[in-house]
T-cell receptor, first 111, second 118 residues
Framework: QKEVEQNSGPLSVPEGAIASLNCTYS??????FFWYRQYSGKSPELIMS????GDKEDGRFTAQLNKASQYVSLLIRDSQPSDSATYLC???????????FGAGTRLFVKA | EPEVTQTPSHQVTQMGQEVILRCVPI?????FYWYRQILGQKVEFLVS????????KSEIFDDQFSVERPDGSNFTLKIRSTKLEDSAMYFC????????????????FGPGTRLTVT
């Protein structure tokens, strides 16, 4: 069983729509959950972190965590072509510990 | 805005040679990490470092790898005898907090060093 699983995509949405990205993880001891955006040839850029069950909103981004279901999601509202990138889900047991990344979901936002 | 920097941006080396990849973490951060990403594959954890010692390492981080914080600013990754399969992007990351605080252990990545082993 993969430790962090994401649908590889590509996920294609029209400009202005909501993009929904999902991630599941296998380690029940995980405490910290992150979404990174990675443009081709660039390094991962932190978008959101979430630590408690529920929703966390930051601008156009909303992260959702359900520890019982071992599920994390990212919603991007009013998607823009500049949001086109690979979105990486990452999980660890706390800072200083091994962080496991998913393989990423490729998102295309069509103008 | 503070950022993690890495040098060189691209390193080409011959198989069997030693390489040192350098990173300057964000100045008030206490936790340091190395990751690698082979072309087209996912980001893989190599090692985490805190208080001048390794906190955790992955199975990839074998005896060929070592890390060091030689002074108050630099954080280095050394590969003793490079293999063809070490060709990858190597990312350094740093964070301000860790398990002792429970939250806000966000990690910020540098731009990476592309290592090519020929």
């Amino acid at each position: 069983q993969k430790e962090v699983e994401q649908n590889s995509g590509p996920l294609s949405v029209p400009e202005g729509a909501i993009a929904s990205l999902n991630c599941t993880y296998s380690d029940r001891g995980s405490q910290s959950f992150f979404w990174y955006r990675q443009y081709s040839g660039k390094s991962p850029e932190l978008i959101m972190s979430i630590y408690s069950n529920g929703d966390k909103e930051d601008g156009r981004f909303t992260a959702q965590l359900n520890k019982a279901s071992q599920y994390v999601s990212l919603l991007i509202r009013d998607s823009q072509p500049s949001d086109s990138a690979t979105y990486l889900c990452a999980v660890n047991r706390g800072g200083g510990f091994k962080t496991i990344f998913g393989a990423g979901t490729r998102l295309f936002v069509k103008a | 805005e503070p950022e993690v920097t890495q040098t060189p941006s691209h390193q080409v080396t011959q198989m069997g040679q030693e390489v040192i990849l350098r990173c300057v973490p964000i100045s008030n951060h206490l936790y340091f990490y190395w990751y690698r990403q082979i072309l087209g594959q996912k980001v893989e954890f190599l090692v985490s470092f805190y208080n001048n010692e390794i906190s955790e390492k992955s199975e990839i981080f074998d005896d060929q790898f070592s890390v060091e914080r030689p002074d108050g600013s630099n954080f280095t990754l050394k590969i003793r005898s490079t293999k063809l399969e070490d060709s990858a992007m190597y990312f350094c990351a740093s964070g301000s907090a860790g398990w002792t605080t429970g939250e806000s252990d966000e990690q910020y990545f540098g731009p990476g060093t592309r290592l090519t082993v020929t």
